[in-house]
Every structure is written in structure tokens, then in C-alpha cells.
């Protein structure tokens, strides 16, 4: 097994007994943080164990850090191991809002070297409506020893972020819905607006009407339609709280651009200091 970008739900069937597989549930709703686990514990794909976005996959919260700062990545390291993820697993993360929480999973296994991640294509609507198998049933979990080698120059912090506003050479890309980015409203967050120069590309806009991810082609098309000449490692992205952003991420690696950067801080963390320039269109 070897999947790194997406997995389809007939494809994961075929492996769920397979040894060297984890499954991860990554189901979140901002608003309910425990609508999540609460999904989870009424029926998941068999095996698969539960990732918290607030409690397993963020850092502690300092009010200036945004609302899913990254965790320290011995801490994330030991939860991997604890959950039977070794150097040699396959890794397979779904949600129900089309990858939007699945992605900043891949995204952190990949922050941790470990390459063989994929998102479940379709997600858990796909699975379901695939007749596939559900169960209420906790898994029974073999720990492993998950030793990371992080990689480099796969996000930048805020001061990257501030000192490259003007920079021709740096297009950050928000992940967020439109009438976010342009200030029209602001549901989480207690500043609407968005980053200065941001362009925006919604995380849903990589989705068709499936559910499922565009092909590559046509993601390819639409990237290089908005980012021009810009090349991936150029490209800066972020959304609320460095979740979806990860959307984008995935998205573009699909369409053969590898190499863009995260800025985990995200909006949430940008408006939390009333002296950086907010913009509004």
C-alpha cells in the first residue's frame, strides 16, 4: 500500500483487513467541538480510531496563536505511536465536509515525514452512500513507535507572513468562503476581513458536485488560472485556523504543484493583534 494524495472508498474497502493500515475518523464541526466524537461513538468505518481537531491534532491555545496552533511534534509524534502509526503504516483520514478537517491530518503526518497519508475521497458521505461497512465498535489498537523526521520549509509563522505583504514573489491564498475573505461576514473570528494582497480560493471550490475531489486537470487549470507565473513553493496558505488551508494544499498536489507552505496561524491568529492591517473588499 501506497497512497498519498487520495484514496476511493471502494479501493479502502478492499484493505480494511489488511495489516500496515490506520484509520483515522477526523469528523469536526467548529461550532460543536464534541460533534465529532459523538458521530464517531454512533458509527465509523471499522478500525478506524478518532482524531480530535482541538484536543489531538492542535497545540495549546495562548489567545494570540490562533485557534489550532500546531502541537509540538514529540507530543503529536506519541500520539501517532499510540494510535499503531509506525514509519511503514498507511494512513487513510476521512470527515463529512469533503476533507476540509481530514486534510490538516495529512498535512501534519506530512509536516512529520511520514508520506504514505491519503484522504478518503468522498469522505464518510461516500463511504456510506457505497453501502460499505459501519460499526460503533472501539478498535482494538496494536501501539507503535512513530519516529518523526520533519520536514523543512513546509509553513512559515506570522512574521514570514507580515515581512512578505508586498513581496511580488509571495501569494497567499486564503482557503476561506468568499463573503469571509471579503469581511461581509465573520462567524468565528472576531475580525472580518482578510490578509492584505490574500487572493481567496474556497477549499469547496476543489470539490465537484460528488463530493469528491476534481482530476487533476481541471485543479491544475483553475491553480494556475488564479496563481499565474507563481510557483508552488511561492504560495503561502491559510484559512481560519490552518485547517482547511490544508484543503488547498492537497488540492494542488494533486494537480502536480507540489511545494506550497502553510501559515498554521491562519486568520485567527493575523487578527488576534489589532496593529496588523486588515483588509475588506
Excluded at 15 to 25: A, E, H, M, N
Excluded at 169 to 187: N, S
Aim: aromatic share 8%; proline share 7%; charged share 20%.
Amino acid at each position: 500500500m501506497d497512497f498519498r494524495t487520495l484514496i476511493s472508498s471502494d479501493t479502502l474497502r478492499t484493505l480494511l483487513d489488511r495489516p500496515g493500515l490506520v484509520v483515522f475518523d477526523c469528523r469536526h464541526d467548529l461550532t460543536k467541538p464534541e460533534a465529532g466524537a459523538a458521530a464517531y461513538a454512533l458509527g465509523h468505518i471499522p478500525g478506524a480510531r478518532f482524531a480530535h481537531s482541538d484536543k489531538d491534532l492542535s497545540g495549546a491555545k495562548t489567545g494570540r496563536t490562533g485557534r489550532h496552533p500546531l502541537p509540538e511534534q514529540a507530543a503529536f509524534a506519541h500520539w501517532l505511536g499510540r494510535n499503531g502509526v509506525a514509519a511503514s503504516t498507511q494512513v487513510v483520514a476521512y470527515d463529512h465536509v469533503g476533507g476540509a478537517s481530514a486534510t490538516r491530518l495529512w498535512w501534519m503526518l506530512r509536516w512529520l515525514g511520514h508520506e504514505r497519508v491519503a484522504v478518503l475521497d468522498g469522505g464518510w458521505e461516500g463511504w456510506s452512500a457505497a453501502g460499505h461497512p459501519t460499526t460503533a465498535a472501539l478498535p482494538t489498537v496494536q501501539p507503535a513507535t512513530f519516529l518523526p523526521a520533519a520536514r523543512k520549509n513546509v509553513h512559515v509563522d506570522v512574521t514570514y507572513v507580515l515581512a512578505h505583504l508586498h513581496d511580488p514573489h509571495v501569494v497567499v491564498l486564503d482557503a476561506r468562503a468568499a463573503e469571509r475573505y471579503r469581511g461581509e461576514t465573520e462567524p468565528i473570528d472576531p475580525v472580518a476581513g482578510h490578509i492584505p494582497g490574500a487572493r481567496n480560493r474556497s477549499y469547496k471550490n476543489n470539490l465537484g458536485s460528488d463530493g469528491r475531489f476534481k482530476s487533476p486537470e481541471v485543479l491544475r487549470a483553475e491553480f494556475t488560472a488564479l496563481l499565474g507565473s507563481t510557483r508552488p513553493e511561492e504560495v503561502v496558505h491559510q484559512c481560519g485556523s490552518g485547517v482547511s488551508a490544508c484543503h488547498n494544499i492537497l488540492a494542488m498536489e494533486i494537480a502536480g504543484l507540489p511545494g506550497s507552505r502553510l501559515y498554521p496561524g491562519s486568520w485567527s491568529e493575523w487578527c488576534a493583534d489589532p496593529a496588523r492591517p486588515v483588509a475588506r473588499s
